[in-house]
């Protein structure tokens, strides 16, 4: 466990140790208070009181919260964001306990799957089985990591749930090759079948749509036009990174990896790109480029800047634009020649 005096500044420095959320909604608007608490805990704040929640003083947590007070105003409530110092020790080893707390909860029923997973390993899982067992793997994986992110004092059961996902991992590699990304099979699709058309796809682009958004501007229709929405009534539009979609997610590739093999493009950039596109979109560690967490973070920051989906869309086929542009194959093919093992 930390020590308190980690979470104490010097006194000259003029910078509270935590920062405060606190919020009043108007009573109607009781979707929004479980949209509000299903935030901080995302973000791992804890609670004071039922609508004062509490972080340690860091820029991410300043920006969180701020984003939250924002929306709380947005709809008609109330919300102040502030700083706040424990005056005595034992507030602040009681404020340290309701963090480890919390994220011992997280930990511990993470431990408690996968124990209940190895308890219950098949003798011989066949092929169904084991597909299931490497999706289960996959989402302990990703949630133990968001758990990761938010344990600020080092809470309970968190090595022995990393151990246990360990495990699970060795079963799986055991006597069998761990499952590869599936790649549809290349140069099906012809360029100019698809040219002057409108690209269909849902609303709010992440990571996927952004990039294969900007791989059709690049490598199939320049002036490709995109268009928001379900594909009802839309049968004229191409849909692309939507349920059922030819141009979608295929077993384990994503909808990046689908165009770039349907319409044979094998620039290595693109190579490379599909990499880090892989990893974000299926929450992985396949290949563990270096650039995939900044490139995460510029999505998401233009996820929170931008409201409007053109807009969103544009900005981040401008991002894919300028990494394309600063690819250096030399580079690139010295370190990520082969998917990194987990």
């Not at 990494?323 to 082969?338: E, M, V």
Request: charged content about 30%; proline content about 6%.
């Amino acid at each position: 466990m930390k020590k308190p005096t980690e979470v104490q500044v010097r006194p000259d420095s003029g910078r509270s140790a935590w920062l405060l959320l606190v919020y009043q909604l108007p009573a109607k608007h009781s979707p929004a208070r479980v949209k509000a608490w299903r935030r901080l805990q995302r973000i791992g704040a804890v609670a004071l009181k039922n609508s004062a929640y509490i972080l340690p003083n860091r820029a991410e947590a300043r920006e969180d919260f701020e984003w939250i007070k924002t929306e709380i105003i947005a709809i008609g409530g109330q919300a102040l964001v502030l700083g706040a110092d424990a005056l005595d020790p034992t507030t602040l080893q009681e404020i340290i306990d309701l963090f480890r707390a919390a994220r011992g909860q997280d930990f511990e029923a993470i431990r408690k799957q996968a124990r209940t997973i190895l308890d219950r390993w098949p003798r011989s899982p066949n092929r169904s089985a084991r597909r299931r067992l490497v999706q289960t793997l996959r989402r302990l994986r990703e949630r133990l990591r968001e758990a990761e992110a938010i344990d600020y004092f080092e809470a309970p059961h968190r090595s022995e749930a990393a151990r246990l996902l360990d495990e699970l991992e060795r079963r799986l590699k055991r006597g069998h090759a761990m499952p590869t990304p599936h790649t549809p099979a290349a140069g099906t699709l012809n360029v100019t079948d698809y040219r002057g058309r409108i690209w269909l796809t849902r609303p709010r682009p992440g990571v996927d749509r952004m990039s294969s958004a900007w791989l059709i501007r690049r490598f199939i229709d320049p002036k490709a036009t995109f268009a928001f929405g379900d594909r009802a009534g839309k049968a004229a539009m191409i849909p692309f990174d939507m349920f059922g979609a030819e141009l979608g997610h295929h077993g384990a590739a994503c909808t990046f990896e689908t165009i770039a093999q349907k319409f044979a493009i094998d620039d290595p950039a693109v190579v490379w790109l599909g990499r880090i596109v892989h990893d974000l979109d299926l929450k992985e560690n396949t290949f563990g480029l270096p650039e995939t967490v900044a490139v995460g973070r510029m999505v998401e920051g233009l996820r929170r800047m931008h409201q409007d989906d053109q807009t969103l869309l544009d900005h981040g086929m401008m991002v894919f634009e300028t990494l394309y542009q600063s690819f250096d194959g030399r580079q690139a093919s010295r370190r990520d020649r082969r998917p990194k093992r987990k």
